[in-house]
C-alpha cells in the first residue's frame, strides 16, 4: 500500500467528499450526495482506510483512499451521528446518536457494527449526546459516557451484538459515577483506559475483566475546563484546549484558551497560552500539535512543537466569520484543522471560501493554497493521510 499524503475534505452542507493529494492538491476522487457528521468525524482505520457517518443516508461509510474504490463499504446505522468509535483491531465500530437539528434530546439509539461480518444491530440506551470508546480486540466492550445523571456504562460488544430486532432497550453489566458535565473522550489502548472530560478534571477509568475500575482524577490545574479530549500515542500523551473567561457565548472574544498535555508516563501537566477567543479542536502532526484560533482581531494557526516552540501563522479573514455580539457557532463560518504523526504538513480550511491552506510545520510558512468547488461552509471537516497503525492509533472519530 502506498502511503503518499492524502488529503479528505468533507464539505457537509454541500454534500462533497473531496480526496486530493499533498502538497500539490491534484483531486485523486469524490463523493457527491454525500452529507458527513461533522461532530462524529473521521476515524482512521487500519491498512489506511477511513470510518465516517454520512448524517443525511444514514450509513457509516469505510472510505479507501488508497484503494481501487474510495467507498469500501456502506453500512446502515442510526442518526444523527453524535460520536464514533473502534477498538484497536478496527474490526467493532460504534456510532451515538446525538441531538442533529432538534433543540433536545429525543434519540437513544446506539449503532454497534462488526466490519468482518457486516452485521449492525441498533439499541436503546439513554437519550442524550452519549461519548463512546470500545475496548478490546478480546472480549470488546461498549463504554458509552452518559450526562445529567452522568455515568461510565459498560456493555459487552457480543450481548449488543445478539440483540433481537426492534431496537430493544439494554441494561448496562456495570456503571462508574461521572459528573453530570462530561464531554469529551479517548482512549489508551496500551493500558486499555478511557478517560473522559469534566469540570472537575479528566476521569479515567481502566478495565479489569468486564468491568471498569476508576482511577484517580487527572486535574486541570487551571479555573477553566477541557471539552474536547484526544490521544497523542506516539508521544504517549493526552491533549486537550482549556477554555476559560466569561460563560456566556456572545463574549467569545473573551474567552481564554490553553494548550493542556498530560504526560501518561511521566504523570504531568503542561499548559500554554494560546490567545483569546475561538480555539476548539486540535490537529497532530509529526513533531508539532495544531490549533486553529478564531478572533475579530485576527484568526491564525498556531503550531506548538515538542520542543515548546511555538510559532503563529496568520490566516485571511472569512467572509461570514463570528462576530462581536453573536455567538461563535450559529450560522457562521469556521475552520477544521488536520495534520497526520508522520508528515510535517498542516491543513487548515476557510470556511465559506473552498481554501484549504497548507502550512509546512517545520517552517511555519503556508506551503500551498487548495481550491476546492465547494464552498466549505461551516469549515467543512478534514483528515489528513496517512495516519498511524496498531497501538499509534486514535481510536475515537475526530
Request: net charge negative; glycine share 12%; proline share 9%.
Amino acid at each position: 500500500m502506498t502511503t503518499e499524503p492524502l488529503l479528505l475534505v468533507s464539505d457537509h452542507v454541500d454534500g462533497c467528499v473531496h480526496l486530493v493529494t499533498v502538497p500539490d492538491g491534484a483531486e485523486a476522487g469524490r463523493l457527491t450526495g454525500r452529507h458527513l457528521s461533522e461532530h462524529a468525524g473521521f476515524l482512521a482505520l487500519p491498512g489506511g482506510r477511513v470510518a465516517c457517518v454520512d448524517d443525511r443516508r444514514g450509513e457509516l461509510l469505510v472510505l479507501d483512499p488508497y484503494g481501487p474504490e474510495l467507498v469500501a463499504a456502506a453500512i446502515p446505522v442510526a442518526v444523527p451521528a453524535e460520536h464514533l468509535a473502534t477498538d484497536p483491531s478496527g474490526r467493532w465500530l460504534a456510532v451515538t446518536t446525538g441531538l442533529g437539528k432538534n433543540s433536545a434530546p429525543w434519540s437513544d439509539l446506539v449503532t454497534v457494527v462488526d466490519l468482518a461480518t457486516g452485521d449492525a444491530v441498533r439499541v436503546r440506551t439513554r437519550a442524550g449526546e452519549p461519548g463512546v470508546t470500545v475496548l478490546g480486540p478480546d472480549r470488546p466492550l461498549l463504554v458509552l459516557r452518559h450526562r445529567e445523571p452522568g455515568s461510565l456504562a459498560v456493555h459487552r460488544f457480543a450481548d449488543l451484538l445478539a440483540a433481537s430486532p426492534g431496537c430493544p432497550p439494554v441494561t448496562p453489566l456495570a456503571r462508574l459515577p461521572l459528573p453530570d458535565d462530561g464531554h469529551g473522550d479517548a482512549q489508551d489502548p496500551r493500558t486499555a483506559t478511557v478517560f473522559a472530560a469534566t469540570g472537575e478534571g479528566v476521569h479515567r477509568a481502566r478495565r479489569e475483566g468486564d468491568r471498569l475500575v476508576a482511577e484517580p482524577v487527572i486535574p486541570w490545574g487551571a479555573p477553566a475546563r477541557g471539552w474536547y479530549l484526544r490521544l497523542d500515542p506516539r508521544r504517549r500523551a493526552l491533549w486537550s484546549t482549556l477554555r476559560g473567561g466569561p460563560a456566556d457565548p456572545l463574549r467569545w472574544p473573551e474567552w481564554t484558551n490553553q494548550a493542556w498535555r498530560y504526560d501518561l508516563d511521566a504523570r504531568t501537566t503542561t499548559r500554554t497560552e494560546l490567545g483569546p477567543g475561538l480555539v476548539f479542536r486540535l490537529a497532530l502532526a509529526r513533531a508539532h500539535t495544531a490549533f486553529a484560533r478564531i478572533h475579530p482581531d485576527g484568526d491564525e494557526l498556531i503550531l506548538l512543537g515538542t520542543d515548546g516552540d511555538m510559532s503563529r501563522v496568520p490566516l485571511p479573514a472569512m467572509d461570514g466569520a463570528p462576530r462581536r455580539g453573536g455567538t461563535p457557532w450559529e450560522g457562521v463560518q469556521r475552520r477544521a484543522v488536520a495534520a497526520s504523526p508522520g508528515a510535517d504538513w498542516v491543513a487548515v480550511t476557510r470556511g465559506g471560501h473552498g481554501e484549504v491552506h497548507l502550512v509546512d510545520a517545520l517552517t511555519g510558512h503556508e506551503a500551498d493554497r487548495l481550491r476546492l468547488d465547494t464552498p466549505l461552509h461551516h469549515g467543512g471537516h478534514a483528515v489528513l493521510l496517512p495516519q498511524t497503525e496498531g497501538e499509534e492509533r486514535d481510536l475515537v472519530g475526530r
